[in-house]
């Protein structure tokens, strides 16, 4: 499949916005638009290598960065080199499991090129704004961009933890129910979900206190203030992670307490049942010895086997009757 490009530009001053969206076939087009325009984005979805070098000569960008592009996956990071700031950010989808995919980010003076793994429909609402001349994009710069990508990553880690906490609930009441293997499948695949989550949004959220804490180019004090609003964000999600691991530690903990219950309910029944019979069968052992007694007429054979019948079966209920006194069974 070869790479999808779509670039938005824009210029915008307090009267006036003058935008374009458009698809594109090769790298080299965007030339066109970033003589043309304030703010220039170039969208990459499912380059190859060969692809993702021909994007590097059109804008310049360090070797490095390039490999960090094609080189999947890496971990979310921000380094500066110069005249623009790399970053790498995750997407997030859940399809009955967590899936991400890598976002590669160059933010220069006048140009945002992004480099997706994937192709979506993730950043059609942002192309949509700038089509639309949206107000906010007044006095923005390549920056803003960057935030706007960013927070539209962010914000879909939000549904994700919604759904997984609502799988949480229903394995919670599952195991009320039941001790069956799936369940247990079910809770280790969410600790699976949740590790890889907290995966790529530890990293995440240090990326985000770098824009905090040093002076990358081409990002004013502005838009910091709205990525400290991503990193806010990105704290909450991790908060609710850490709940969640410690939620699934306990259904685990209630799973194997539920499964020994019923272990025990199991042994319990079994232990009952040979306790009842153990004494009439110790009885019928003792009648069906083949032994001779002086007196074995005494009370004729008869008499001799309804008296053992009627021993076996006054033990039991005396068995039962004490059991049920000690509320055994």
Known sequence: MFAKYRVA????????????????????????????????????????????????????????????????PQRPKVSDYGDYFFMVVREVEYHKDVHSHQISMFVGKNYVVTIREKHDKLFDPLFDRIAQKSPRLQDKGSDYICYAITDQIVNGYAPILEVIEDEIETVEKEILGTTSKETLR?????????????????????????????????????????????????????????TYREITSGVIESYLSTLSNNINSVVKVLTVLASLALVPTLIASIYGMNVDFPEKDLLGARNMYYLAMGLMLASTIALIYHFRKREWI
Do not use: Q
């Open 9 to 72: 530009a824009f210029s915008a001053t307090k009267y006036e916005i003058v935008s374009e969206v458009k698809d594109i076939s090769r790298p080299e087009e965007v030339k066109d638009f970033i003589g043309k325009y304030a703010v220039t984005w170039l969208d990459c979805a499912g380059a190859s290598e060969a692809e993702i070098a021909s994007i590097g000569e059109v804008f310049g960008f360090h070797r490095l960065c390039l490999e960090d592009c094609s080189k999947l």
């Open 186 to 242: 079910e809770i280790f695949k969410l600790k699976k979900d949740l590790l890889l989550l907290r995966k790529i949004i530890i990293p995440t959220r240090e990326m985000l206190l770098y824009f905090e804490r040093e002076d990358l180019p081409n990002m004013t004090d502005k838009s910091r203030i709205y990525f400290r609003d991503v990193y806010d964000n990105i704290v909450g999600s991790m908060e609710l992670i850490d």
